[in-house]
């Protein structure tokens, strides 16, 4: 069963902007960071965004600075994602991933995906 979902991708023309959200079940307990994360074919998955869950600490890729910004609502076991500016090589599948300490088994969740698409 699906634990982490992912929702918020479409096309979108350069420029624009697009929200993702990312729900984790309740069931999972002990979460204490949540992220994205981008995937194209045959590439590794590469880190865009992450955010503890208390709020205090936060990592944004150097290629989404200044246009992309993470947020949560712990409450809901969500974490957003918004885009602005999209750029044509923004293109991928975005993850999202719920982690925990090492001591959980397993430390990490991850979503099916979202596809995000930025074309003319």
């Known amino acids: 069963q699906v634990e982490v979902v992912e929702s918020g991708g479409g096309y979108v023309q350069p420029g624009g902007s697009l929200r993702l959200t990312c729900t984790a079940s309740a069931s999972i307990r002990g979460i204490t960071s949540m992220g994205w994360y981008r995937q194209d074919p045959g590439k590794q998955r590469d880190l865009v965004a992450t955010l503890n869950t208390d709020g205090y600490y936060s990592k944004i890729a150097d290629s989404v600075k200044g246009r992309f910004s993470i947020s949560k609502d712990t409450a809901t076991n969500t974490v957003y994602l918004q885009m602005n500016n999209l750029k044509s090589e923004d293109t991928a599948v975005y993850f999202c991933?719920?982690?925990?300490?090492?001591?959980?088994?397993?430390?990490?969740?991850w979503g099916q995906g979202t596809q995000v698409t930025v074309s003319s």
């Open positions: 991933k719920a982690g925990r300490p090492a001591f959980y088994v397993p430390t990490e969740y």
